[in-house]
């Protein structure tokens, strides 16, 4: 397979590793700075950094990928996520994946509810897919756990993952405890896999409270490389 494709595949797993909030235990933060750390064995990948902001019901979602040894073949990344935030969780309105490296490459994706259809900008072609319930985006699906019953053991997601809409699936295998520079602390842990696509599993360790961060993040590439993303800093929590 090509490697470009599956460095993308990596990509596209590790930048969001976002930070989020349980809407039964706490109201959803204001604003919030999250770093994380890419994996590969020893190695380090790269560096993910996310910046969320709320003002009023509006919010935006930023996340940097600064990539270091193999990740640099897909070179730096920015992407961006704005959209409205209520009580049933996100609900994004342009979505923007900017390739800093190779701009041709960017991608522009626009949500219309009245018409129920998602446009999709790549490379001068514009697709339109069909706005599901629920549907979201790469860096605001995993905050939709927060607006999920804790006691849910499977989650379907439609996300716009890149180029198309996929369906994430995930179901809860165990709890299990991860060690970061914040502490140690409980987490749900989800198998994943995206609906009709071959060697998509993967791993999301979900802290349980007082609010639902992703701490780690574990995905097998096709050509049995395991890369790993584990919380640095976050100021969601508190330092030990």
Known sequence: MNLNLNLFKIF???IF???????GA????K???SEYQLFQKNNVLGKVVVDFSLKNKNYEIKAITNAKGIMKLLGDREVISKGILNLYGFSPKKFEIKNKKIPKKNILVMFNYKD????LKYKQETKKILLKNKHFDLLT???QFNFESLSKEKYIFEVVDGKKSRTYIYNKVRNDFIKTHSGKFEADVYEGEIKGKSNSKHYLWILREPYRIPLKIEVVTDVGIKIEQVLLKTNLLPAE
């Open 12 to 14: 596209s797993f590790t």
């Open 17 to 23: 590793l976002l930070c989020s909030v349980n809407a």
């Open 26 to 29: 706490k109201l959803f933060p």
């Open 31 to 33: 604003n919030f700075h």
């Open 116 to 119: 129920k259809i998602i446009e």
């Open 141 to 143: 699906y995993l905050y």
